[in-house]
């Protein structure tokens, strides 16, 4: 499997309008980033022009949109500009703004796709880097009745249910299977509020640059005549009046769950935040962007986590290992010259730590650039394997009755030679539970605090036909 590289865009384009609580005119301008940049914003009306990465550890405000500040640079309502950029699969964007909010527009995405799509999105040379959620990450408040949950899966998948005990807006759910709909299915769904709410931020003097054209207002009482007009002075229109659906007759709905989808507009964009792509299925019911941003650094502090686990693993010679040659060979069939690990100083039903000596007495070196003794990639990959085989069969408590055969190598990358001399030191985990016999799990190989090797790989669990 060919790896996916990073992408930003070709040119810079700007886009100017009001920002929807500020009323603050602002030209918001993407500029093409480097490998590596991730997304930034930078407030470049301000002295020393601050930038701040666009992060969830700066979220400061999710009263009414997703408000980040670092550094002396404050942006209001994010999450529609980084919706944008996350769901046209985006890596490395500088966002500068000269006003301290995005222009709202017709209040979703689709004008920064648009202008995205017309800046031209380039690949880039760098491999993009996701994180895949282990396990089930789980996140509830009860008082809102909100849940949210991140299940392991292969790709990026969101599904989000909105119920406000409305009448008018019932349940409703939207879902993306894969993030490529974005741009047809949900980036133009637009921002929602009810009447009830729509008078409260009025009387709290926000909302000053919505003008009834970047929002779909849901009816959820009954409304006199004298306060449809009184609205119509507010936001400079000649009459408004209520649809028999419930709405103000400001807008047509582009998808009968317009609102969902833009929830799940929403959660695309806030979730953007943890600061690189994942790979999970996302079912949220009822999400806001304060559990937005409460889920998004749950997963955050998962992916610091597995970064601290990613260091080289301690290797002390002196200590004695879990097992030995010898008692490697209980659980493997291979024997010299294919057994490939000589010891395992770690393990757990998760993980495994396994050491292979690297000796310039190997048969393979012989042929192998024999004037320059490289030891062999797919005999990295092998010994990886065979070090998860002890990890699972490990397990068994009859082990030698059982085999683990490769099924799936994905996203293998090389990054330093190995030679003689070197001490080869794996780590590998699962990255699923075990299911009908099916190991997934990703291995990592290290020479002192370097990795030279990377896999995720795919095995089955079998019974041998032969002792």
């Known amino acids: 499997m060919s790896s996916i590289k990073q992408h930003t865009i070709k040119k810079a384009v700007s886009i100017s309008g009001v920002g929807l609580h500020t009323g603050s005119d602002c030209t918001l301008t993407f500029q093409p980033a480097v490998e590596n940049y991730?997304?930034?914003?930078?407030?470049i009306d301000l002295p020393n022009q601050p930038i701040m990465n666009?992060?969830?550890d700066y979220v400061v405000d999710t009263s009414r949109g997703t408000t980040l500040e670092h550094n002396g640079c404050r942006v209001n309502t994010v999450e529609h500009v980084l919706a944008a950029l996350a769901g046209m699969e985006l890596d490395n964007i500088l966002i500068q703004l000269d006003g301290p909010e995005p222009p709202i527009m017709d209040g979703s995405s689709k004008p920064f796709v648009d202008l995205l799509l017309e800046a031209k999105i380039i690949e880039q040379e760098a491999d993009r880097e996701y994180f895949v959620v282990p396990e089930n990450v789980h996140y509830a408040d009860v008082a809102r009745k909100v849940e949210m949950v991140a299940m392991p899966v292969d790709d990026y998948r969101l599904t989000v249910m909105v119920d406000y005990n409305s009448s008018v807006l019932g349940s409703q759910h939207a879902s993306v299977t894969d993030i490529k709909e974005f741009e047809k299915e949900i980036s133009s769904c637009r921002t929602f509020c009810f009447l009830h709410e729509l008078e409260m931020l009025l009387a709290n003097n926000l909302i000053k640059g919505g003008d009834l054209?970047?929002?779909?207002?849901?009816v959820d009482r009954k409304v006199e005549d004298d306060e449809l007009d009184h609205l119509a002075g507010l936001f400079n229109k000649p009459k408004v009046s209520v649809r028999k659906e419930g709405i103000l007759n400001n807008l047509e709905m582009r998808f009968q769950n317009e609102p969902a989808r833009h929830k799940l507009l929403d959660l695309i964009g806030d979730l953007a935040l943890i600061g690189m792509p994942i790979k999970a299925q996302i079912m949220a019911a009822r999400p806001g962007h304060a559990a937005n941003v409460a889920f998004a650094k749950k997963i955050k502090a998962l992916i610091k986590k597995q970064k601290r686990g990613s260091k080289a693993?301690?290797?002390?010679?002196?200590?004695?290992?879990l097992y030995d040659v010898v008692q490697i060979q209980k659980?493997?069939?291979?024997?010299?010259?294919?057994?490939?690990?000589?010891?395992?100083?770690e393990k757990s039903d998760k993980h495994i730590v396994a050491l292979k000596n690297i000796t310039f007495d190997e048969n393979f070196f012989s042929?192998?650039?024999?004037?320059?003794?490289?030891?062999?990639?797919v005999l990295q990959v092998e010994a990886l394997a065979q070090a998860g085989g002890v990890m699972i069969l490990s397990t068994y408590p009859d082990p030698e009755n059982y085999i683990t055969y490769f099924m799936k190598i994905n996203e293998v990358k090389f990054k330093d030679k190995v030679?003689?001399?070197?001490?080869l030191i794996m780590r590998l985990e699962l990255t699923q539970p075990v299911r009908r016999g099916i190991v997934q799990m990703k291995g990592v190989g290290y020479v002192g605090d370097k990795i030279v090797i990377e896999a995720e790989m795919m095995a089955q669990i079998a019974r041998?036909?032969?002792k």
């Open 313 to 321: 693993p301690a290797y002390n010679p002196n200590v004695a290992p």
């Open 38 to 43: 991730g997304f930034k914003f930078q407030r």
């Open 331 to 345: 659980f493997l069939p291979h024997r010299h010259p294919f057994l490939l690990v000589d010891k395992i100083i």
């Open 464 to 466: 041998r036909t032969e």
């Open 419 to 423: 030679v003689p001399g070197d001490t």
């Open 54 to 56: 666009a992060d969830v």
């Open 367 to 377: 042929g192998h650039f024999p004037t320059e003794p490289l030891f062999p990639g």
């Open 213 to 218: 054209n970047n929002a779909i207002v849901i």
